[in-house]
């Protein structure tokens, strides 16, 4: 074999070796980013990102989603209802004040109320329904202090403990938690479609308006890994939306579809506890300085979340 030939085929098998290599490389870097997602991160503290029905992120979906991890060090959480004096203010007698007045949204998650040791939150999702005496109906506590209607201790209410962060949870119950520690921060809701795990068609129990004609909707899962899905659909949402079959505005049968495709394709574990916020009129979220969807209806409570990068 004459030296130009051994030559030519030692750099042939070189290169071949080094392909091969390459190759396999690519495959398992491609096979990392496919199978690393938020419940496999850490160092997770909060997503916020669009989807269509199925649960799949699409830049033009109709469900805007939050996703968040209650034990996350920088973030805190605050619930906000509509007052004309301070949160935690005292009478002359030294009772908690509640005066309570209409704020629609924009209103009720920019007062000065709004802001945690001054800082301004970076979520805000609307809660609890409210009456026509401007009070929020179902149970409603900000950083321990209540602020609750008629309904505390009959419709289900959603809320994250206080705490060290290590030991904060989420919860969705029927009223005050037996361990008082859970009951810190809570907003308060209705339509509860899954409890222990299992999904309920609640259509029957909201009735032919809420059910199948006002059809957005706010909505908070809990998994049984301890992330918190917070979710508002509507049409008319302040970003791109291409309306579609798997892509529209979602009845209650379809509420585990996009709640289970949100939690399998983000390896959140499984829907543990689901209920509604107030819906029609109401719905409301903001995320990082935009306000996503807004509605003119008045609030009942707003869920804040804030994020110290310092922490």
Do not use: W
Not at 256 to 263: K, S, T
């Amino acid at each position: 074999m004459t030296s130009k030939k051994l030559i030519k085929e030692s750099l042939i098998f070189f290169l071949s070796i080094t392909l091969l290599c390459s190759c396999k490389m690519l495959h398992q870097s491609f096979l990392e980013a496919a199978t690393t997602c938020i419940g496999q991160d850490r160092n997770f503290s909060i997503s916020f990102f669009k989807t269509n029905n199925q649960g799949k992120k699409y830049d033009k979906g109709i469900n805007h989603v939050i996703i968040f991890h209650p034990k996350a060090k920088e973030l805190d959480f605050k619930v906000n209802v509509g007052l004309p004096h301070n949160l935690y203010a005292k009478d002359r007698k030294g009772n908690i004040r509640r005066d309570y007045i209409p704020k629609v949204f924009r209103e009720i998650i920019a007062d000065e109320n709004s802001k945690l040791n001054g800082q301004k939150p970076i979520v805000a999702i609307n809660a609890d329904y409210i009456g026509t005496d401007d009070k929020p109906q179902g149970l409603n506590i900000s950083r321990g202090v209540e602020y609750s209607g008629a309904f505390k201790n009959k419709r289900s209410s959603f809320g994250v403990s206080g705490g060290n962060p290590s030991q904060r949870q989420a919860t969705i119950g029927v009223g005050r938690r037996t361990n008082n520690i859970l009951n810190y921060n809570l907003v308060g809701g209705n339509g509860r479609f899954y409890r222990n795990g299992k999904f309920k068609d609640i259509c029957k129990d909201l009735g032919e308006l809420a059910c199948k004609q006002a059809t957005n909707r706010s909505m908070v899962a809990v998994s049984d890994r301890g992330y918190v899905i917070l979710l508002v659909n509507d049409a008319k949402a302040n970003s791109e939306i291409e309306l579609s079959q798997i892509n529209q505005e979602l009845l209650p049968d379809m509420f585990d579809d996009v709640l289970e495709g949100i939690a399998r394709n983000n390896c959140l574990g499984k829907i543990k506890e689901g209920m509604l916020f107030d819906g029609g009129m109401s719905p409301g979220l903001y995320y990082n300085n935009k306000i996503y969807v807004e509605n003119l209806g008045p609030i009942g409570s707003v869920f804040l979340i804030y994020k110290n990068s310092q922490k």
